[in-house]
């Protein structure tokens, strides 16, 4: 059973930073990718790592402020997140897909997902 769990998120002021975890568990992951949900908005992508290469891929509202990175004894993936500004203020999702495609930032590519830890940057 393929199981997501998220942890770190906060609250913190803006400028500020948080990292985000996610333990997987459960079988080999191909790209595990972060996506975010404001309430009344759509889910979106912020940050995808490809787990055989390292390659990252990242929203360009993120970019140059967000890092994703894995832990390879650990099974986990983390969100370094600084710069933080309230328009950053969501639900913070890990996913996981069986493979990499070019279309890493669909949540369609991802099939399974952790509940989600909150993150609320204050101005």
């Known amino acids: 059973q393929v199981r997501l769990v998220e942890s770190g998120g906060g609250l913190v002021q803006a400028g500020g930073s948080l990292r985000l975890s996610c333990a997987a568990s459960g079988r080999t992951f191909s790209t595990m990718g972060w996506f975010r949900q404001a309430p009344g908005q759509e889910r979106e992508f912020v940050a995808a790592i490809r787990w055989d290469s390292r390659t990252t891929n990242y929203a360009d509202s993120v970019k140059g402020r967000f890092t994703i990175s894995r832990d390879d004894a650990k099974n986990t993936v983390y969100l370094q997140m600084d710069s933080l500004k309230p328009e950053d203020t969501a639900l913070y999702v890990c996913?996981?897909?069986?493979?990499?495609?070019?279309?890493?930032?669909?949540?369609?590519?991802?099939?399974?997902w952790g509940r989600g830890t909150q993150v609320t940057v204050s101005s």
């Open positions: 996913a996981s897909a069986p493979y990499y495609r070019s279309f890493y930032y669909t949540t369609s590519l991802y099939d399974y």
